[in-house]
């Protein structure tokens, strides 16, 4: 698979800011973190595929890519989200995790957003049989289905996720349809009389899915994971 450009550099002879950095760097496990001043080069411009990236930390405040001694250094959060990987930091052992870290969950969502959605929302919870759930998508809403597009990029292999009709909802049946690679790879039935019951489906390394729930849109997925 091809690997991404991850930085250009444009026009440092003319361009380039120098700054001063008070920077904590990460040295061999065990060891304690230091921090040192260093003179360092910014105004990077990064690219990743060929879309430029403007990284932010996790508040969504941009922040500065910078070049020291002939390295450039990239928000790690920024460029491994736009890659489909979630960012864990742990602090106790002053160790980071791109995508799945021991004992973390992935949530779809949060670590592959939709690129393209139709009657799509993400409510912070939804009851379901009287137990409140968190990690939610709803697609469609009263007489319409719904849909939405992610891509994978062949980096995942399952996707988990509870499935169930929402309180106070209509009696109505709908249909859970999941494609992989524009061919039907998973079809539910799902009732209202139905108890929420969890799902597991293989991916097998697609490059996209399309989730779509047809019908009446009076259930929701909840805990959508993905690994």
């Known amino acids: 698979m091809k690997l991404p450009n991850l930085h250009r550099i444009r026009d440092f002879g003319a ?86 870290a021991p004992g973390m969950k992935q949530y779809l969502n949060t670590v592959c957003p939709p690129y393209q959605t139709s009657k799509y929302y993400t409510p912070v919870t939804v009851s379901m049989a009287g137990k409140k759930y968190a990690n939610v998508m709803r697609l469609g809403w009263d007489y319409g289905s719904g849909w939405a597009m992610y891509n994978l990029n062949g980096q995942y292999s399952t996707l988990d996720f509870v499935i169930g009709h929402i309180d106070g909802r209509g009696m109505t049946e709908s249909t859970l349809n999941i494609y992989l690679d524009g061919e039907l790879s998973f079809s539910l039935d799902v009732y209202p009389e139905d108890l929420p019951q969890e799902v597991s489906v293989p991916l097998h390394k697609a490059l996209q899915m399309k989730i779509e729930l047809t019908g009446h849109n009076d259930f929701a997925m909840a805990e959508v994971e993905i690994h």
């Open 15 to 100: 361009g380039a800011i120098t700054t001063a950095l008070v920077l904590g760097l990460l040295i061999p496990a065990g060891a304690a973190m230091t921090s040192k001043t260093i003179q360092v080069l910014t105004g990077a411009e990064i690219y990743v595929d060929g879309v430029e990236l403007n990284p932010t930390d996790a508040n969504g405040k941009p922040v500065e890519t910078f070049v020291y001694n002939g390295t450039t250094y990239v928000p790690l959060r920024a460029v491994s989200q736009s890659l489909g990987k979630a960012v864990n930091w742990d602090g106790e052992n002053q160790r980071v995790y791109i995508g799945e």
